[in-house]
Each structure stands twice: as C-alpha cells, then as structure tokens.
C-alpha cells in the first residue's frame, strides 16, 4: 500500500525560508503528478504547485518568483524550496501525488511564519 511521508514543516520568521519534502513510500511508479496544496485555518485547500512527470511545473501567483517545486522520480519525492516566507504563506501544507486514477494525500505539515 502506497503513502505520503511528508516533512520539514515548521516555524520560521518572515523572510526566512524553509523546505518540505514528500516521499511516496510503497510500491509506485510513473508518477504522473506531483505537488502540494496547502489550507489556513478557515479558507479552503489551495493549490501551491505542481510538477508533472516531464517536468512541467505549475505555480500559484501567490508562490510564484519565491517557491521552487522539484522532484526526483527515481526516489519517488517532490520537494518544496520555500524562500521570502511571509506571514500569509500560514497553513498546513499537504502533499499531492496522482496516478492514473491513484490520488494520495499526505498527513499535512505545519508552517508557520512569524512576523
């Protein structure tokens, strides 16, 4: 049975930067797509970025210019480099992984910015 391991969550002062990682632990392969949502309290689950298995990647203007979404097919993880943290950028983060008709979610890491 395939899951989400997710880490690297945490607290960290504005401006700082922080990087989450995601490995799908199991039995998977070929990937199709990969990424991270993240939800703050009272607003709905939104999507952060993604990145499909050649390598396209899709940012939300939010993210855009400050986040870097990368993946290591041959490890089964994606990676999420989170630079210039801002207050709004608060939430659980959750790992995204699809194949074929296979979704998985991840447990949800917290981060925290300060200001």
């Known amino acids: 049975q395939v899951h989400l391991v997710e880490s690297g969550g945490g607290l960290v002062q504005a401006g700082g930067s922080l990087r989450l990682s995601c490995a799908a632990a199991?039995?998977?392969?070929?990937?199709?797509?990969m990424g991270w949502y993240r939800q703050a309290p009272g607003k709905q689950r939104e999507l952060v970025a993604v990145?499909?298995?050649?390598?396209?990647?899709d940012y939300a203007d939010s993210a855009k210019g400050r986040f870097t979404i990368s993946r290591d097919d041959a490890k089964n993880t994606v990676t999420l480099q989170m630079n210039s943290l801002k207050p709004e950028d608060t939430a659980v983060y959750y790992c995204?992984?699809?194949?074929?008709?296979?979704?998985?979610w991840g447990q949800g890491t917290q981060v925290t910015v300060s200001s």
């Open positions: 995204h992984v699809r194949r074929s008709v296979m979704i998985l």
């Open positions: 199991g039995s998977i392969f070929s990937i199709d797509m």
């Open positions: 990145i499909t298995r050649d390598g396209r990647t």
